[in-house]
């Protein structure tokens, strides 16, 4: 996983897809608005902060924190998700870092396949309010993964996002999805994540399952050159990224001990 393929689908404005050697160097000149696509297209390991809230103080803490690469806000729930509360969080966010680029938001959206027309609005929704990173949750079909790449693409001109570029975060966490890994990671998202937690609850605690459906998803993310991501602790933190996972996912019960010893892992020191 030394180097990523970029793919620029239909809409200029939007850059979906990891990054090919033949054009890093190029973007590596052009100035970024989205670190966690810029530090993908280096090579880098992105690490960034579960948030526990949806609140201006949550916001505050991401914005002064400069080891942060992006903060990741949970709206899975269809009742947990607002609208309002994402512009809120992005101007406390942008308010707070100053003269600095306000650290990317990532944004766990509603279950894709549980109502695909309201997920294509809500994907326009937030990019219009300038998230960057959108996070679908339990992806489980190929066909699935074009329909959530396709409403990226579709909702990406906006003008908080014209000049940027945009992530799509998959997240493969049920027995499908993980049988059908290598159809969804091929359709090339930014980042594909297999989710433990989930998994462990999927698979009745069995760790050992657990931990193949990990590893079937981390090669199938090999298998096509996109970047793999995890959620991850101070205690297994070092050996996924030397498994080759490129994006820590980090709970805030943790945060210090767990960003210090990825760091140190990633050589981001």
Known sequence: MRSWALLTGGLLACTLLAIDAPVTHALQRTARHNRIVDLLSQDKVVLGWFAPARTPEAARKAAGDRQMDFVFVNMEQVNSYSPAEVKAFLSTLRESSGASPAVPLMLRIPIFH???????????????????????????????????????????????????????????????GIANSREITRERPTVAIPGPGTLSRVYKRDMVKVEEAIQTQLASCKEFKVPCGITAGPADVAKRIKEGFRMIIIYDRDYPETMKAAREAAGRD
């Open 114 to 176: 549980d109502d695909p027309a309201a997920a294509r609005r809500r994907v326009t929704e937030v990019l219009g309010l300038g998230v960057q990173a959108v996070v679908f949750p339990d992806m489980e079909s190929g066909e699935e993964a074009r329909q959530a790449l396709g409403a990226m693409n579709k909702a990406s001109v906006y003008p908080h996002n014209s000049t940027g570029e945009l992530a799509s975060i998959f997240i493969i966490e049920s027995e499908k």
